[in-house]
T-cell receptor
């Protein structure tokens, strides 16, 4: 079955450590997104990529980094520079080449907790 | 650039009552419009979408939404609320061209009272 997979579902990190969240899709989608979700703040865009080997900063990119070496994969690294990394992280993808399949598909999320 | 406004952060209805969640958008051209639902600690699930054609769109779980270009609105409705409808709802928009960015509203939490 096609879909988008985030791993792990729960992640604990010590202060000062970098951690990488995985996002993989087998939907042949061009665009992939990373969002951060905090209570009462909706979805805030961290980074997005419309094509392999290219990505753009979103609204809250500071303290985060990404790569897009393969169409299927868009990992997010939360660096030690991110001051408040505890949050729920969501990855999404969509394909914009087809007129009918315009919606974004979401992974199940990764809950990151700094301990 | 496009934007989405969802007024209010919380709506409470009684079971069996009408559900109305408002969404207004700003866009230079008619966009694609979406409603998503999120249950606790889960990803977002598509409820319905408007791309082209009929302006009244039916989705899953008995929800529907109407695209009104003159009002730049895409309000979500359900005639009779069920306890299982309690969740967070997001309206989203993106332009129809390639490489367009997906933009979300801040979301509305729906509570359903017995």
């Amino acid at each position: 079955d096609g879909g988008i997979t985030q791993s792990p579902k729960y992640l604990f990190r010590k202060e000062g450590q970098n951690v990488t969240l995985s996002c993989e899709q087998n939907l042949n989608h061009d665009a992939m997104y990373w969002y951060r979700q905090d209570p009462g703040q909706g979805l805030r865009l961290i980074y997005y990529s419309q094509i392999v080997n290219d990505f753009q900063k979103g609204d809250i990119a500071e303290g985060y980094s990404v790569s897009r070496e393969k169409k299927e994969s868009f990992p997010l690294t939360v660096t030690s520079a991110q001051k408040n990394p505890t949050a729920f992280y969501l990855c999404a993808s969509y394909g914009f080449r087809s007129g009918s399949n315009t919606e974004a598909f979401f992974g199940q999320g990764t809950r990151l907790t700094v301990v | 650039a496009q934007s989405v406004t969802q007024l209010g952060s919380h709506v409470s209805v009684s079971e069996g009552a009408l559900v109305l969640l408002r969404c207004n958008y700003s866009s230079s051209v008619p966009p694609y419009l979406f409603w998503y639902v999120q249950y606790p600690n889960q990803g977002l699930q598509l409820l319905l979408k408007y791309t082209t054609g009929a302006t009244l769109v039916k989705g899953i779980n008995g929800f529907e939404a109407e695209f009104k270009k003159s009002e730049t609105s895409f309000h979500l409705t359900k005639p009779s609320a069920h306890m299982s409808d309690a969740a967070e709802y997001f309206c989203a928009v993106r332009l129809t061209g390639a490489n367009s960015k997906l933009t979300f509203g801040k979301g509305i939490t729906l509570s359903v009272r017995p």
